[in-house]
Each structure stands twice: as C-alpha cells, then as structure tokens.
C-alpha cells in the first residue's frame, strides 16, 4: 500500500527558493521601532526651528519697516500748507464781498408768444478757488414792471427740487450762468393763473441769490403783429389826416392871398 498524503507537504522541486512563514524576529521589530521614533524626534526639532526663524525674521522685518515709515513721515509733518488769502478761502467759501451777480435776458426784444430765456449771471472775482452756493432754493428771477414786481420764480416753486442745494466750486475770476425759461405765464403769488396777460411794454428782469440782488435789465415785450398792423394803420390814417389839414391851410392861405391882391389892384384905378 502506498502511504497516506494527508498532512504531508508538496515536495520542493529542485532550485525552487524557500517560502518564507511571514514572521520576522522580535529583533528587526525593535531596531524599526527605535529607527521610527528617532526619525519622528528629528521631524519635530525642525519644525521647532523653522518656526522660531520664521517668527525672528518677522520680527526684524516690522522693526525695519516701522523705522523707514517713521522716516517718510516726519517731512511730511514739518511741511507748511500753501498761504491762503482769509480764513474765508481756507474754509472753501468764497468772500461775500467777491460774489457778484448780473441778469441777463435773451433776447432783450422777446416778440409776441416767444419765451425769452432768463439768466443769472455767478461770477468769482476772488483769486482762488472757492466755492458758491448756487442751489435753486437760494435762485430768484423777479419780473419787474414800473418799480412793482409783476413775476417771480418763487410763485410756483417746486415743493421737491433735488438741486436745491448745491455747492458749486469756481474757478478764480470765473462766472458761471443759471439758465429759465420764462413761459410768460401771469401767475399770483399762490400759483393760481390770472386771466390778463402780461401786457407789451418794457420791463426790467432782477436775479438774486441768497441776500444778494444784481441790477436791473431792460427788455422788451413786442405786441403782436395784428396790433402793429392796427398801430401801423392808425398812424397812417392820422398822418394823412394831418397832411390834408395842412393842404387845406395852404390852400386857404392863397385863396386868402388872392382875394387880398385883388382888391388893392381895385382900389388903384383912376377915377374920372
């Protein structure tokens, strides 16, 4: 009989090389714990030091930086401001006294139904730059007739205007102009429209803003062109009136010569 293969191994064939069971002795075990553990010691001086550079180089860094600012800054802090003519200028307001306004109508004969454009003329007579309040809650444009005022731009104000104040920089010796249209409308001081029309004749326009008033501008409201063709036909109808009086006179006047001549060549006659 042959004998039983349970429990036996395979035969290792001829140079086939050893298998090995997996298992090391404790000796290689403990030198690659030691080797571990050193390794993990090192890492973490490296670590140690390179924070310890980092933190040093940061800290030399900011003393230097600090010192250089330091530098820049103290020219800055002994430099003197530019001179300045009054505290006014200093403050950006330009001097009441160098603010002056003119009123300017375009054009200055406004024919019937057009509507003239109002202006109001800011000028800067201060040799700096400085500032005006120009907003339109400090503007008015009068209308003058006679000496009695006839319109003004505060009678239908609006309630909500986003430029009613504004503060508006101007150049030395500069002016700058405010522009309305005047529609020509005759209005009360409520708004309410009046059923006469402004009448044509001259008038005169005054702009003011805040407490300062410019001086008068004449300008001229023309009449329509059928009240001219009237006025045209009137005076022409009056003039030939007046020549053919003065016709007439002439013509009395010789009559009256004539008769006069005559009789005294009568009474010149020799009597028998």
Known sequence: MTPSNRGSQPSRAAGQPRQSSGKLPAH????????????GLLVVALLVLGIVGIVTAIGGRSDGSDEVAAEETTPAESTTAAPVPDKQAASGKCPEDQVSLKAKVDPNSVKDGKEPEFGMVIENGHSATCLIEVGTDKQEFIVEKDGDVVWSSTYCAAAKDENAE?????????????????????VDKNCNREDDDFA?????????????????????????????????????KKRAAEEKKKADEEKKSEQDSGEKDSGETQSEEPQD
């Open 28 to 39: 290689v075990y403990r030198r690659r714990r030691i080797t571990l553990a050193v390794a």
């Open 166 to 186: 504004a503060s508006t920089e101007f150049a030395p010796q500069s002016e700058k102009t405010a522009k309305l249209k005047w529609n020509r409308i005759k």
């Open 200 to 236: 044509p004749g001259d008038y005169e326009l005054i702009v003011k803003l805040d407490d300062k008033k410019s001086e008068p501008t004449e300008f001229t409201l023309e009449k329509s062109a059928a009240e001219k063709a009237k006025e045209k036909k009137a005076a022409e």
